[in-house]
């Protein structure tokens, strides 16, 4: 077989060569294709740091984006604040401006958020995916199980840090 399969097809064919094993006459043991099983297994191995690397890829894409997600936001208030100042000092327009900051800073906050959701379910899944295909290897499962709690717990501190800012003049 070549290296290029995906897991989940190397998988298939080893349950292929399973459901078409032929059975032994009068017993419940089958009788399979050593060479190719082992074959299998042997490209399995070979694609694992693969399915790895694309599942850190994954993460670091989501902390990019999360990072980024953050300067926008960040920029956004500060624009936002800066506009409320300017209109502050106009006294016919007062009531707008601060109405205007309030909402812009509330659309940033609410765009963060849903940056963050969306990439945090997508490494969710994808890490939830490799958990799967790595489950047979004690090893990588315990290296993976870490990995998925530490970026969990940096995750829920990320999202403790924001807090809503107060509306002006309160």
């Known amino acids: 077989m070549e290296n290029n399969y ?36 042997s490209d399995i191995r070979i694609s694992l ?45 007062v009531k707008e401006a601060r109405s205007r900051s309030v909402e812009l800073v509330s659309q940033a906050q609410a765009r963060a958020n ?17 958990e799967n295909l790595l489950a047979s290897d004690i090893n990588n499962l315990k290296v993976l199980r870490a990995g998925i709690n530490s970026m969990t717990n940096g995750i829920r501190s990320d999202q403790t840090n924001i807090t809503p800012l107060e509306k002006p003049g309160e």
């Open 6 to 41: 995906a897991i989940e097809d190397l998988i298939d064919a080893l349950e292929d060569i399973i459901h078409g094993a032929m059975r032994v006459p009068f017993g419940k043991k089958s009788m399979i294709d050593v060479d190719k099983v082992a074959e299998i297994i």
């Open 114 to 130: 849903d940056i963050r959701s969306s990439t945090n379910d997508y490494a969710d899944k994808m890490l939830a995916r490799i």
């Open 49 to 93: 740091p693969t399915e790895i690397k694309q599942a850190q890829n994954v993460v670091k894409d989501k902390n990019n984006i999360i990072s980024d997600a953050k300067r926008e936001a960040e920029l956004i208030i500060r624009k936002a604040e800066q506009r409320r100042e300017e209109l502050i000092e106009a006294s016919d327009i």
